[in-house]
């Protein structure tokens, strides 16, 4: 899902100038990798915990 997002706000919803374009990308696929990390963390401890 992830993924998904991203290419829709970089690729298809896109607006500005390109070096507004270029850090945008860039802060949305940390934000993309952090959401990532987290949604893998918690599926994680929840199969450990059953």
């Given at each position: 899902m992830p993924a998904f997002f991203?290419?829709?706000f970089t690729k298809i919803l896109v607006q500005g100038s390109a070096?507004?374009?270029q850090q945008f990308n860039l802060?949305?696929?940390g934000s993309m990798?952090?959401?990532s990390v987290l949604i893998s963390m918690i599926f994680s401890v929840s199969?450990?915990?059953a």
């Open positions: 991203y290419i829709l070096s507004e374009k802060n949305y696929m990798i952090a959401y199969a450990f915990l």
